[in-house]
């Protein structure tokens, strides 16, 4: 279970870096050019990658509905808007705010899943998060 939540802990921090970086770059150019260089590398870099493990192209996979696909331009949406938003509201508030809509939107998606979260424990989690962006904005004025 460590090795899990050493992974998970790791990613949420490559993707506060991730932001932090291409939040920096969308100041010297645009969000758009910002994001499109993160996808243009992030493209290189897992079509190497997927050459060398193999199975690139999985059987099946022209089979898949159209929405299995639409995790792309979400994400396009996702690294633009922290691209844009990092520089103006702080890393800080953007990773809260994501978070927040992270939990909102997992609290929904469950309802309609086979295990019903409980409801309160949820909204509670919610609103410690945005309490604590309350806080983080009372501390930096």
Do not use: C
């Amino acid at each position: 279970m460590i090795l899990w939540i050493s992974m998970a802990f790791a990613g949420g921090v490559f993707v506060a870096l991730s932001r932090q970086i291409n939040g920096r770059l969308s100041l010297s150019n645009s969000p758009l050019i910002a994001s499109f260089w993160n996808h243009i590398v992030g493209f290189v870099v897992l079509t190497l990658l997927g050459l060398a493990i193999g199975g690139l192209l999985p059987e099946g996979v022209a089979d898949a509905p159209w929405y299995a696909f639409i995790g792309g331009p979400i994400g396009v949406v996702f690294i633009a808007s922290g691209s844009w938003l990092i520089p103006r509201i702080g890393a800080v508030n953007t990773a809260l705010l994501v978070i927040s809509g992270q939990m909102v939107s997992g609290v929904v998606l469950d309802l309609f899943s086979n295990q019903p979260p409980k409801i309160w424990a949820s909204a509670l989690g919610v609103l410690l998060i945005l309490a604590g962006m309350a806080l983080t904005q009372r501390r930096s004025k």
